[in-house]
C-alpha cells in the first residue's frame, strides 16, 4: 500500500502562485510514476501534470508554462509550483501514485483563485 498527503492548497487571487506538495509512505519503493490530477463538480478527473522516476514531464496543455512539476526522492515528495494561477485554475487537486499497475490516490486539496 502507499499511502499520499497532499498539502498546499488554499484561495489565491489570480496571477498568484501555490506549491502543493505530496509526501508519499508506506510501499514507495516500486512507484514509477506520480502526478497531479484536478477535479471540479460535475467534471472528470484530468491530469494536470505527472514525473516519472527519470524525472521526464508531461502537462496539460492548460498550464504549460505555468505549472511545474518536481520530485524529491530523498524525502519521497512530489511537488506542483503553479504560477501565474487562473480563475479556470481552481478545482480540488489530487495526488496520484502508479506501482505495479495500481494507482493509489490522496485526498485531495482545494485550490481556489480569486477574479
Known amino acids: 500500500q502507499v499511502q499520499l498527503v497532499e498539502s498546499g492548497g488554499g484561495l489565491v487571487q489570480a496571477g498568484g502562485s501555490l506549491r502543493l506538495s505530496c509526501a508519499a509512505s508506506?510501499?514507495?519503493?516500486?512507484?514509477?510514476?506520480m502526478g497531479w490530477y484536478r477535479q471540479g463538480p460535475g467534471k472528470q478527473r484530468e491530469l494536470v501534470a505527472r514525473i516519472t522516476s527519470d524525472g521526464a514531464t508531461r502537462y496539460a496543455d492548460s498550464v504549460k508554462g505555468r505549472f511545474t512539476i518536481s520530485r524529491d526522492n530523498a524525502k519521497n515528495t512530489v511537488y506542483l509550483q503553479m504560477n501565474s494561477l487562473e480563475p479556470e485554475d481552481t478545482d480540488v487537486y489530487y495526488c496520484?501514485?502508479?506501482?505495479?499497475?495500481?494507482?493509489?490516490w490522496g485526498q485531495g486539496t482545494q485550490v481556489t483563485v480569486s477574479s
Open positions: 496520484a501514485a502508479f506501482r505495479n499497475g495500481e494507482a493509489y
Open positions: 508506506g510501499s514507495i519503493f516500486s512507484i514509477n510514476r
